[in-house]
């Protein structure tokens, strides 16, 4: 199995393991315990990691807030201000993208029953959002939610003009950077709210954080409540070994940054110059110039993207995320960047780059690419069509 | 050092640990995936995991499991659940204090508050500060009676209970790995965490398989660990500590054999402090509530207990806890009682 699915979830780097070694039975004690040295112990571990990951986006320890993972990271960040006392009770109006992850997307829609009016902004076909647009519908809204780098395109919104208007406005701003995290430089002082994932960035699973600034001071309702642990918004005995794996693992991201970067771009200029450019209507979904390597997502027209993952079964490769991918249906990020095309969401294709990716692998994957675009698209009768030349859009189906 | 403090959490078991770095180390050489994905590493996840979950439908009997965070988070799921939930204001703090609760002052007054209305009812099964063993079978039948259904937080229990409606499960505290528990029951669940398709719908986010792993791996180890063990080491216990200072000869309930609560009119800090001193590690209250200056607040709900006696230590035993462990600690905890009474006096 050749992988090319990082941004769905990255494995273990073994350095991480290795620092959560102690803390699964030697160093046990439960962080909140206050009797004795094996709590101590704990809590100060877990306070060094808190540490490591708040100077990582320029933040203050206790800024930093521990959750499961970057789904309740977005869930308490969005539910937790919407339903907590900064909110103002006479806004309704919230705002996201239509190309967020799902946990947002459906974190939105089920506001609308507490009586929220939850947007959902299109973009532009780069996969940006129109600065213009955004600072109009800024008006009156409570909150903005939007990714910082998307997950199945890899665009970079511009946080740093989208934070100053937001301030402007006096809008709260929550960033959910699980894809940016540890990918790029990133500075929590320009948000309000920020989501981080432990299994993007080769960390343990069942680990998140949420930055909380406390400059300007946010505050949120808890989603689990009991023995008050995490300034109150988070109660849950605190997994030990999973937040210094975290701050490892972070801390490991940062020292490799721009050699992982390096990589991806290496091996995303290979795919567009060997498989882009080389064959014809082959089009990458998003901005190049706004975008991390890391993620490289493409539309084969006339290849329906499931057919080609299954002749390519060799490859971990996926069609959305993977939290959707399952469901079958096309992308909703590829169609909310083209509405008018259809066919470009439900061939979609998506290409991550990882620490991991051998230089023989990518290319595999592109001679692959190479071999069963040509033969799936001489077995499509709309590419016959196409290439004699015939417009498909000017063609009126049939119902039957 | 002596740690008497596993009902906080106890050490992870050699035979869990081992299970998790064996997936986590498979995931990296490529085996598994993020279950959501559609190749075959991803679907070897989906496959494990469903294989995992079944066991745990089995050793519950229960048809819907699923994995959560903590226990803390799989009690909330019961309040975002249902409409109305009754608990009683001793439970843990994740349930007495979560503002939709309706807090009782005694279980005898459950079956007034049961009869007004459909409700789920939510306990311990086994109390995390004191030990006291609660009835659950006999709560189960009076539920029903009332077409109520019940909660069992089964986070200190040691043998799983027969009947319950929803079940709370939490790994760290029967030797897995921390940061996962589980929901078990009859009903599919509403979520608190939007998103994925994961858990059925019930629970979104990537599952740890790791942490699954190890925690199904401790919950089997716990099934077929033998409890005499804990009876041993309390036995020991009871015959070396004055009876005075056992809490369970204030009531008629019956107590867990691996949680003891011991009371005196000594300040618990000061004897978590000597034993601290003593390289022994005990818990005042329950590690959540432990920060807090009020002591055990479910001591008043003892009424044989002494006016002076607010104080209660929790000695809890673990796996792999000795006699000569529990030995030393009665040696040492009947020094200090010896050193301070008769300075009392």
């Known amino acids: 199995m050749k992988y090319f699915d990082y941004a769905a979830s990255t494995p273990c780097a073994q350095e991480v393991l290795d620092q959560m070694q102690p803390y699964w039975n030697e160093v046990f004690g439960n962080p909140h315990s206050r009797s004795h040295q094996y709590g101590w112990e704990s809590e100060a571990a877990i306070e060094r990691a808190r540490t490591e990951i708040a100077y990582m986006i320029s933040a203050q320890t206790d800024e930093i807030i521990f959750t499961s993972g970057a789904t309740e990271s977005n869930n308490l960040a969005i539910k937790g201000f919407v339903f907590g006392p900064n909110m103002s009770p006479t806004k309704r109006k919230i705002l996201t993208l239509a190309t967020e992850h799902k946990c947002v997307i459906e974190s939105f829609l089920h506001l609308k029953n507490s009586g929220f009016e939850p947007h959902f902004l299109p973009v532009e076909k780069s996969g940006l959002i129109n600065l213009e647009m955004l600072e109009k519908e800024l008006d009156d809204a409570a909150i903005l939610s939007i990714m910082y780098v998307n997950n199945e395109t890899g665009v970079i919104q511009n946080i740093p003009a989208i934070s100053k208007m937001c301030r402007e406005k006096g809008v709260c701003l929550h960033v959910d950077a699980a894809q940016a995290f540890g990918k790029i430089a990133i500075n ?92 014809p209507h082959i089009y990458i979904n998003g901005s190049l110039e706004y975008k991390i390597p890391h993620i490289l997502n493409l539309s084969i027209p006339y290849v329906e993207g499931e057919s080609l993952m299954m002749r390519m079964s060799d490859f971990a490769l996926s069609s959305g995320s993977a939290c959707t991918s399952k469901s079958l249906e096309p992308s909703h990020v590829i169609r909310a960047m083209h509405p008018d095309d259809e066919d470009l969401a439900h061939s979609s294709l998506r290409i991550c780059f990882g620490r991991q990716t051998k230089q023989n692998e990518v290319d595999e994957l592109i001679a692959s690419l190479q071999k069963h675009i040509t033969e799936l698209r001489e077995l499509s009768p709309l590419w016959s069509m196409v290439q004699k030349g015939i417009d498909l859009k000017t063609i009126k189906w049939q119902d039957h | 050092m002596v740690y008497l403090d596993h009902a906080a959490t106890t050490d992870l078991l050699a035979c869990a640990k081992s299970k998790i770095i064996e997936v986590f180390e498979q995931w990296g050489s490529g085996k598994y995936a993020n279950a959501g994905g559609l190749y075959k590493s991803a679907n070897n996840s989906a496959i494990y995991l469903e294989q995992l979950r079944n ?65 789920i009812f939510s306990i311990c099964g086994v109390h995390h500060e004191t030990g006291q063993i609660r009835n659950t079978e006999t709560l189960y039948n009076l539920c029903k009676k009332h077409y109520c259904k019940i909660h069992i937080d089964a986070s200190q229990m040691k043998t799983l209970p027969a009947q319950a409606d929803f079940l709370t499960l939490s790994s760290h505290k029967i030797g897995g790995p921390i940061g996962i528990a589980a929901l078990c029951s009859h009903e599919p669940i509403k979520a608190i965490l939007f998103g994925g398709k994961q858990e059925n719908d019930m629970r979104a986010g990537t599952q740890a398989l790791p942490l699954i792993s190890g925690f199904v791996e401790a919950l089997e180890y716990m099934q077929l660990f033998d409890k005499t063990h804990f009876q041993k080491l309390k036995k020991a216990l009871k015959e070396q500590i004055e009876p005075s200072y056992m809490l369970e000869n204030y009531a008629q309930d019956n107590f867990a054999d691996h949680i003891v609560c011991l009371v005196s009119q000594f300040p618990a800090s000061e004897i978590a402090a000597f034993m601290d001193m003593n390289n022994i590690a005990v818990a005042i209250g329950s590690a959540c509530t432990s920060g807090a200056l009020d002591g055990m607040k479910i001591l008043e709900s003892f009424d044989n207990l002494p006016e002076n006696i607010r104080n209660g230590i929790r000695v809890s035993f673990g796996y792999k806890t000795t006699l000569a462990e529990t030995n030393y600690f009665c040696q040492k905890l009947n020094a200090f009682f010896c050193k301070r009474t008769s300075k009392a006096l």
């Open chain 1, 188 to 279: 929590a002082r320009d948000v309000d709210l920020m989501s981080i994932s432990g299994h993007k960035i080769y960390g343990p699973k069942g680990i998140g954080a949420l930055f909380v600034s406390k400059m300007p001071r946010v505050r949120l309702s808890h989603l689990i409540s009991g023995g008050g642990q995490e300034r109150g918004m988070r109660s849950g005995t605190l997994p030990t070994p999973l937040c210094v794996g975290l701050a490892a693992a972070a801390k490991i991201a940062k020292e490799k940054m721009q050699e992982d970067f390096k990589r991806a771009a290496k091996f995303q200029k290979q795919i567009i110059k060997q498989v882009v450019e080389k064959m």
């Open chain 2, 55 to 119: 066991k745990v439908k089995e050793m519950t009997n229960m048809p819907y499991v699923v994995f959560t965070s903590c226990a803390s988070e799989s009690n909330n799921m019961i309040f975002n659940h249902a409409k109305k939930v009754v608990t009683t204001k001793y439970e843990h703090p994740s349930t007495a204090k979560n503002p939709k609760a309706i807090l009782l002052d005694s279980i005898k007054n459950l079956e007034q508050e049961l009869e007004k209305e459909p409700c």
